[in-house]
């Protein structure tokens, strides 16, 4: 057997999350991250017939049977995930029945997936019939993101808009824009729901007054996506209580846009 420590996803998982930790985005046991590992072969690394515990869903993800997710564990924290995977870290395969995880490794102290999970999978369901090789749910709360959540409309036109014209790249990474939920209690079916609602024309959705959630194809692209967008914020914040005398127009928005081909949200645009 290899080790699955030296795996390419574990380090990329471990990595990723010192990193947002650093950045200041997971405080505590803030933040989740869920990688569908349909591109790796397990076996490799593990004895699949080996099944540690059998953890319920709460709701059935029968679409995703089968499949393993590698994802951080409920209460635990970012910051030690690096130096402790195997209690921060858990591998789940979705049982037969869909309404069951099946663990393979990790959560060795008795601990189990995210309290998000189940917005981590409806995510993941949502965003695959869209692009069959999405791989990652992030979920964090970046500051200035959450800053901006204070003092802008949640709505998402709106504040997507103000996004773009916070850095000329912003409607190239993001052209699908930013879907916005409002505050909802989280942990819950119902913002998993709405959450992967929104996924079906976003793979950025805030959560009103709480964070950021975001899917993508790779670890790379989706912390970049959620970086951006961070990025964005922060200048927002740092400019929005001074007078501003220039703008990224509209006009130059589109002209950004169809330079790189991006196909972009036109009716977040007045031109
Ligand atoms: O897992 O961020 O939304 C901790 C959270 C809950
Ligand atoms: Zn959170």
């Given at each position: ?186 942990g819950t079916n119902e913002i998993g729901e709405a959450t992967a ?41 740092l400019t929005s209580s001074l007078p501003r005398i220039n703008t ?24």
């Amino acid at each position: 057997m290899k080790n699955i420590l030296e795996s390419r996803f574990m380090v990329e998982m471990m990595k990723t999350a010192s990193n947002m930790y650093r950045l200041g985005w997971d405080e505590r046991n803030g933040g989740n991250i869920s990688y569908l590992l349909a591109d790796y072969d397990l076996s490799l690394y593990l004895d699949l017939s080996k099944v540690e515990r059998v953890i319920p869903l709460g709701f059935d993800a029968s679409p995703l049977k089968g499949q393993c997710f590698l994802v951080t564990g409920s209460g635990k924290y970012f910051k030690n995930v690096e130096t402790d995977p195997e209690n921060n870290l858990g591998i789940v395969r979705i049982g037969e029945d869909g309404v069951s995880a099946e663990l393979l490794w990790g959560f060795k102290d008795g601990g189990r997936m995210t309290s998000e999970f189940p917005a981590h999978l409806m995510s993941h369901m949502a965003r695959l019939e869209k692009d069959e090789e999405n791989r990652i749910v992030m979920h964090c709360h970046p500051t200035y993101t959450l800053a901006m959540n204070y003092v802008h409309p949640l709505d998402e036109k709106e504040f997507t808009h103000s996004l773009w014209q916070m850095c000329t790249e912003c409607i190239v990474v993001f052209p699908d824009g930013v879907g916005v939920l409002p505050w909802m209690l989280c942990g819950t079916n119902e913002i998993g729901e709405a959450t992967a609602e929104k996924m079906k024309t976003f793979r950025l959705v805030i959560w009103g007054m709480h964070g950021i959630y975001g899917a993508g194809k790779t670890m790379d692209e989706t912390f970049g996506l959620i970086e951006t967008v961070e990025k964005a914020a922060e200048i927002y914040m740092l400019t929005s209580s001074l007078p501003r005398i220039n703008t990224i127009s509209d006009d130059q928005l589109k002209e950004l846009a169809e330079y790189f081909g991006v196909k972009y949200r036109k009716d977040f645009l007045s031109c």
